[in-house]
């Protein structure tokens, strides 16, 4: 696989390989050279898969045509292609011994954290808005929330009077929303 | 408050006096676990007083002083009112510093316990039994010896409690936790079109070490108008008065290293914003020639977040600013992670 794959110099020889194929209406995936490539380049095994996938999903792809007499080779180079990445991957991520990935796991979505490591001592929550005229007030301590509103009225000279009303207790949050 | 302080002597005098270097001695004792159960055996009710130097987590803490007055005289006169006001709020630091360790101690310790003694210059003094102190020493000896950062990033999401429902971040007003990685909480964030976040400021500091960061705009518009007669006339002239407004966030962190992967963060976030279009209004004055004038009446919205939480390291807080007539809901996320390399430069 090797001495085929020496055959194409870089990724940019690669896609030219592959649009040359496109162009002349070749499966890509009959050349030796080009499967060489993909063994060894998992990300543009994926690439091209997606890209054949979206071809045959446009009916532009040559092959297909040529498939339609054999029904069940129609499939054949995605899902060729698909085997091809898929196992890439796999060997690229069971060759990977960098420290990276060894030092420091990346956490996953799948891979949720500890409720039991959470814990909230206090926590308040204030958004008060001000003009010249009031301030309005809401605040969240503890899971109280309070809505005040203080207002003056200009040049009257009037003391600011004050609301304060306690609307609700929120309970504790006790698992994840 | 003069009976606590006299209370306050006359257990100290009747303690033992340790040296302060008991406590900043490196770390080459026994696994903590068992110093602890022995000591608490051994110990238990008899309290002793410990000085602590923490001259290495509060020393760089420099508070602001009010604007000295203009002119040298006054400036010269004022020189010590600023000083005993930057000692006043070394020792303030001091004791939210001291309250902060005594909080997140592992179990935790009653306050009825300890008696907190704030000495000033980076030291303070505790009156309590061995146990705590060993609890104290142990907690100082893991932050010292922890040779990582604390990253703290805090995102300011815009939306609608819906939205905040539909991506999957709730919207409980209390702290709730979130079971993403940090990954995951972009790239919902990145999905919902009804989601933006408008600010996302991030600190890095050492453990037990304040942070804050402040970004705000002055914005000036005017706030009264008054007639003065001044010469040469004599003449009235109306003369506008200027208020400022500021826009913009404030941060302040300090954060812990616990057991496991866990990290305690005390946390105070600000942010204000100004409403655009600024409102105004006219009037006309009293003056000979009736002088009509304008007057801004800016209406300037501030949240402020103050909580102390845990959390595991990578792990996310979510808090939802409650329902406020004419507020939009904003979403506060909250991260933290312990990393052990050097923060880049300029961050």
């Known amino acids: 696989v090797s001495t085929k794959h020496a055959e194409i110099p870089s990724r940019e020889a690669f896609w030219s390989r592959v649009d040359a194929a496109l162009d002349a209406r070749r499966d890509p995936l009959a050349d030796e050279c080009i499967v060489a490539w993909l063994g060894e380049r998992p990300d543009d095994a994926a690439a091209l898969a997606e890209l054949l996938a979206r071809l045959d999903g446009l009916g532009a792809r040559a092959p297909r045509s040529a498939a339609r007499s054999r029904p069940a080779v129609r499939s054949l180079p995605l899902a060729a292609a698909t085997v091809v990445a898929a196992l890439a991957v796999w060997v690229a991520l069971s060759m990977d011994e960098s420290p990276a990935r060894h030092a420091a796991p990346a956490r996953t979505a799948a891979e949720p954290f500890d409720p039991r490591a959470f814990r909230v001592e206090h926590c308040t929550i204030e958004v008060v808005t001000r003009t010249p005229e009031s301030v309005r007030t809401t605040r969240v301590a503890d899971g109280v929330i309070e809505h005040s509103v203080a207002t003056t009225t200009r040049g009257a000279g009037a003391p600011l009077a004050t609301v304060v009303t306690r609307t609700r207790r929120t309970p504790p949050q006790e698992s994840y929303p | 408050m003069i009976f606590a302080s006299t209370l306050a002597l006359v257990v100290t005098s009747l303690v033992t006096l340790r040296p302060q270097s008991e406590l900043t001695a490196p770390t080459d004792r026994a696994p903590a676990r068992s110093t602890l159960a022995s000591t608490s055996r051994t110990a238990a009710g008899e309290r002793s007083f410990v000085l602590y130097d923490v001259h290495d987590f509060v020393t760089g803490y420099r508070p602001a002083a009010e604007p000295l007055t203009a002119g040298g005289t006054a400036a010269t006169s004022n020189a010590d009112e600023v000083d005993a006001k930057r000692e006043l709020a070394r020792r303030a630091e001091l004791q939210k510093f001291a309250e902060f360790v005594l909080a997140r101690l592992e179990p935790a310790v009653a306050a009825d316990t300890y ?233």
């Open chain 2, 115 to 347: 008696q907190l003694e704030v000495l000033g210059s980076g030291t303070f003094g505790l009156v309590a039994a061995a146990d705590v102190h060993n609890l104290m020493r142990h907690f100082f000896d893991r932050q010292r010896a922890c040779a990582g950062f604390v990253d703290v990033r805090v995102r300011i999401v815009e939306g609608s409690r819906e939205v905040f429902a539909r991506a999957g971040f709730g919207t409980d007003t209390h702290a709730a936790p979130l079971p993403f990685a940090p990954a995951e909480i972009e790239r919902r964030i990145a999905l919902e079109p009804g989601l933006r976040v408008v600010q996302a400021p991030q600190l890095t500091t050492r453990p037990l070490q304040h942070a804050e960061l402040s970004l705000f705009d002055e914005i000036k518009y005017v706030a009264d108008w008054s007639i003065e007669t001044v010469f040469p006339g004599p003449t009235e002239i109306v003369v506008p008065k200027i208020g400022v407004v500021s826009e913009g966030y404030s941060i302040g962190i300090r954060a812990a290293v616990q057991s496991g992967d866990a990290l305690a963060l005390d946390l105070q976030f600000a942010r204000s914003v100004l409403h655009r279009p600024i409102r105004t209004t006219s009037l006309v004055l009293e003056d000979a020639n009736k002088t009509r004038v304008e007057l801004a009446l800016p209406e300037v919205s501030t949240v402020t977040l103050r909580s102390a939480c845990s959390l595991p390291s990578g792990g996310t807080f979510a808090f939802v600013t409650p329902p406020s007539e004419g507020q939009p809901d904003l979403l506060i996320l909250v991260s933290a992670s312990l990393r052990t390399e050097t923060p880049a430069a300029g961050r």
